[in-house]
């Protein structure tokens, strides 16, 4: 089994997508289809994934038309071929760079032919990494007194272009389509624990990056779980799949990722004091996620930014088989199995 994990190239800095990397303004087109074929049928559905280089599974290469084979949307199209023992068809139409508006008019509207398919199934999306990472970088650059409203603006414009996001998925999806909205992990996480050039106005202190980053990405989540709820979507919360360890290292009776997952009803208030005060002391960078006391797995790759995975490459369109038998054996070592391990889990029974 080879895990890939290449070293920062042109691309990661681009295509950057979360709040762990840089970004520019450039993007770049990465739409693939490929095909999981079962021998003994015939029957093909269809998987919509809309979003940025995290879903089109960036791979750390300079190769631009290259892209992880099994990325989120792959493996969780894999459940559906397990499950239903027929061909599933995982589209992505994904732009790497792009931020929330981008994603939106040029992916979700503009090719939303893709989901009108008769045949489609599932529609997934997740946006405003890119959003953050240029907000992020502009207050980095601060000096004197911060000025907080570039990251406010970026949370603003990532919560009005994931409702619309949802909104027009559900104008142009089958009805029968499950809809899912990945929210946002946090790569970087340690190497954000630095102190800024500015200086708050209310304390004189200086700011810790990632004392302001974590409760603005906690407000985004939450935003993003609440707005699936009231719009018909599921939320995969790829924050508490990444973020903490799957055993108690506290002693408080609860699993580390069990316990900062998202609660239906909680509000934005109590999530944020939850995620980013209450049970900050279990975050983890996700360089070393821990599944038992004695196993890590690596979630990022090099560039501190993108999901690890497991398998080849591909470029444009291609088919192939399931990979494994059973249940997926790789669904907690890498952070594009675990991601989309963690959508799956919305996957109806029968299509």
Same mark, same amino acid.
């Given at each position: 089994?080879?895990?890939?994990?290449?070293?920062?190239?042109?691309?990661?800095?681009?295509?950057?997508?979360?709040?762990?990397?840089?970004?520019?303004?450039?993007?770049?087109?990465?739409?693939?289809?490929?095909?999981?074929?079962?021998?003994?049928?015939?029957?093909?559905?269809?998987?919509?994934?809309?979003?940025?280089?995290?879903?089109?599974?960036?791979?750390?290469?300079?190769?631009?038309?290259?892209?992880?084979?099994?990325?989120?949307?792959?493996? &969780?199209?894999?459940?559906?071929?397990?499950?239903?023992?027929?061909?599933?068809?995982?589209?992505?139409?994904?732009?790497?760079?792009?931020?929330?508006?981008?994603?939106?008019?040029?992916? *979700?509207?503009?090719?939303?032919?893709?989901?009108?398919?008769?045949?489609?199934?599932?529609?997934?999306?997740?946006?405003?990494?890119?959003?953050?990472? &240029?907000?992020?970088?502009?207050?980095?650059?601060?000096?004197?007194?911060?000025?907080?409203?570039?990251?406010?603006?970026?949370?603003?414009?990532?919560?009005?272009?994931?409702?619309?996001?949802?909104?027009?998925?559900?104008?142009?999806?089958?009805?029968?389509?499950?809809?899912?909205?990945?929210? *946002?992990?946090?790569?970087?996480?340690?190497?954000?624990?630095?102190?800024?050039?500015?200086?708050? $106005?209310?304390?004189?202190?200086?700011?810790?990056?990632?004392?302001?980053?974590?409760?603005?990405?906690?407000?985004?989540?939450?935003?993003?779980?609440?707005?699936?709820?009231?719009?018909?979507?599921?939320?995969?919360?790829?924050?508490?799949?990444?973020?903490?360890?799957?055993?108690?290292?506290?002693?408080?009776?609860?699993?580390?990722?069990?316990?900062?997952?998202?609660? &239906?009803?909680?509000?934005?208030?109590?999530?944020?004091?939850?995620?980013?005060?209450?049970?900050?002391?279990?975050?983890?960078?996700?360089?070393?996620?821990?599944?038992?006391?004695?196993? $890590?797995?690596?979630?990022?790759?090099?560039?501190?930014?993108?999901?690890?995975?497991?398998?080849?490459?591909?470029?444009?369109?291609?088919?192939?088989?399931?990979?494994?038998?059973?249940?997926?054996?790789?669904?907690?070592?890498?952070?594009?199995?675990?991601?989309?391990?963690?959508? $799956?889990?919305?996957?109806?029974?029968?299509?």
């Amino acid at each position: 089994m080879s895990f890939r994990q290449s070293g920062m190239s042109f691309v990661a800095v681009c295509a950057a997508v979360t709040v762990g990397g840089s970004a520019m303004a450039s993007t770049l087109n990465q739409n693939t289809s490929w095909t999981i074929d079962q021998p003994s049928t015939t029957t093909k559905y269809r998987v919509v994934a809309y979003g940025d280089s995290i879903y089109a599974g960036y791979n750390g290469t300079v190769f631009f038309w290259n892209v992880a084979r099994r990325a989120a949307p792959v493996v &969780q199209g894999e459940d559906l071929a397990r499950k239903w023992n027929a061909d599933i068809e995982v589209i992505r139409r994904t732009k790497s760079g792009a931020r929330a508006d981008d994603i939106f008019n040029n992916k *979700i509207v503009a090719e939303r032919s893709y989901m009108q398919a008769a045949n489609t199934r599932v529609v997934m999306f997740e946006m405003c990494g890119n959003d953050y990472l &240029q907000a992020r970088d502009a207050f980095t650059n601060q000096t004197g007194t911060c000025n907080y409203s570039g990251l406010e603006n970026a949370l603003a414009t990532c919560t009005t272009f994931m409702e619309r996001a949802m909104q027009t998925i559900n104008q142009n999806a089958p009805a029968t389509a499950t809809k899912i909205i990945s929210n *946002i992990y946090y790569p970087g996480f340690d190497a954000d624990n630095v102190n800024t050039r500015c200086t708050d $106005s209310a304390t004189g202190r200086v700011v810790n990056r990632r004392d302001r980053f974590l409760p603005l990405l906690a407000r985004s989540n939450w935003r993003a779980c609440s707005l699936a709820a009231r719009y018909g979507f599921k939320c995969a919360d790829s924050f508490a799949e990444y973020m903490a360890a799957d055993y108690d290292t506290n002693g408080d009776g609860q699993v580390d990722s069990a316990a900062i997952r998202y609660i &239906q009803g909680e509000s934005e208030a109590a999530y944020v004091q939850r995620i980013s005060v209450t049970l900050r002391s279990t975050l983890r960078d996700a360089n070393a996620h821990f599944v038992n006391p004695s196993t $890590s797995f690596n979630y990022i790759q090099s560039d501190n930014v993108h999901p690890t995975y497991t398998g080849g490459t591909i470029s444009g369109n291609g088919t192939g088989p399931m990979p494994y038998t059973g249940e997926n054996p790789n669904w907690n070592r890498t952070g594009h199995d675990r991601m989309g391990t963690e959508s $799956s889990k919305f996957n109806p029974a029968r299509p």
